[in-house]
């Protein structure tokens, strides 16, 4: 608490008490604890006093303890920027200013009660249904707070168990909790997995779900780094300006809202550096990292887990920031491991579709202006400095 400064143009009511007199002289250059240290008065009765009495903290308090805030703020993202700490998520997310994330991508805890941290913290994964759901609410608001405008959140989710320990998809129950916190729905993207448990009295559950949000419309997107191959790459239109030239597009069709990928089984590849109860792959979560977001930008997952997106970011050339309880040693082994992609491939692209558009390919020749010695320097220049 920081010390509360008197108005000069305030005087005490005749009615207050000696000790009530005495206490507000203490206020004066006094912090709450310490008048509740030197009178034994509790800090909410401190604060009644002063409210009745109009010596509370005036507006430009307020603002610097804003300012200070947010310094705190910058101070802890730039201390760990690329590095995940072992926190809580909602302290964690606290720290970081608002507007600095320009992609969240994470997945919760189902609240199924998965062995999180193993018998270290037996009650990671249990919580009762109504405080699962205010956790749920508050970490999305505190994720809608960091994005910066344009930002996205990339939030994978599964089923949970309601109160009545019934199953409830999760994106249905936070729909409009995200919605309550300003974002702006983009996609639900459907999680294809070839395999998983099979329940003896309904369907196998093969599929889970990516709610897609954005901070504003002006979201970034990149469907180029998404694109599947078409099927019929030369397929031409048939009408229109365009009749008899190629229809498609030469880096492959646009993405959809279906992928399938591989979940991460127990004999998997990326499970070599140690075992995590539910780890996402990184195909899903580096696909999501290179639709939408740039080199450079900052990519923040508050349930780190085995370190799946900061292996993404790392090779997509992304910094990160992240926060989890558990799995320190897991995350050191994996990370050291991991490299920047040397290059960035474009899926979208096969050697069917390259032959097409390279039988269409025609030389085409073009006579360059002449250019002066200085204007290629200053061009040179320009381009490298």
Request: aromatic share 8%; charged share 25%; net charge positive.
């Amino acid at each position: 608490m920081t010390a509360l400064a008197l108005q000069s143009n305030i005087t005490p009511e005749p009615e207050l008490t000696q000790q009530e007199r005495h206490v507000l002289a203490l206020l004066s250059n006094h912090t709450y604890d310490e008048v509740r240290l030197q009178t034994g008065w509790s800090r909410g009765k401190i604060y009644s006093l002063a409210m009745r009495v109009g010596a509370r903290k005036n507006e430009a308090r307020i603002r610097e303890r804003r300012d200070e805030r947010k310094q705190r703020q910058l101070e802890f993202l730039n201390e760990i920027i690329n590095s995940t700490v072992k926190c809580d998520v909602l302290d964690f997310l606290d720290g970081i200013p608002n507007d600095e994330v320009s992609l969240h991508a994470t997945s919760p805890p189902y609240n199924l009660g998965k062995s999180y941290g193993g018998a270290d913290s037996p009650g990671a994964d249990r919580m009762r249904f109504a405080y699962y759901h205010g956790f749920l609410m508050q970490v999305i608001s505190e994720m809608a707070r960091t994005l910066k405008p344009g930002g996205t959140l990339f939030l994978n989710l599964g089923s949970t168990r309601d109160w009545e320990d019934r199953l409830m998809p999760l994106d249905v129950l936070v729909y409009e909790d995200c919605r309550r916190a300003g974002l702006v729905f983009q996609s639900r993207i459907i999680w294809e997995v070839p395999f998983g448990l099979t329940p003896k009295r309904r369907l196998s559950e093969r599929y889970e779900t990516i709610l897609v949000w954005s901070k504003g419309d002006a979201q970034t997107f990149n469907p180029s780094a998404a694109r599947v191959p078409q099927k019929e790459p030369g397929k031409r239109a048939f009408k229109g300006s365009n009749h008899g030239k190629l229809s498609g597009h030469p880096l492959g069709a646009h993405p959809s809202n279906v992928w399938p990928i591989r979940n991460v089984g127990s004999s998997n590849k990326e499970r070599k550096w140690g075992a995590h109860p539910a780890q996402y792959p990184l195909t899903l979560v580096k696909r999501g990292i290179l639709l939408y977001s740039m080199p450079g930008d900052l990519v923040c997952d508050c349930f780190s887990g085995s370190g799946t997106t900061q292996h993404a970011a790392i090779e997509t050339g992304r910094n990160f920031i992240g926060a989890d309880l558990f799995y320190e040693d897991l995350r050191a082994r994996r990370l050291a491991e991991v490299m920047p992609d040397s290059f960035s491939p474009l899926p979208g692209v096969s050697d069917q579709s390259i032959a097409v558009w390279q039988a269409e390919a025609r030389r085409v020749e073009l006579s360059a202006p002449p250019i002066t010695p200085t204007a290629e320097l200053k061009m040179i220049q320009e381009t490298f400095f």
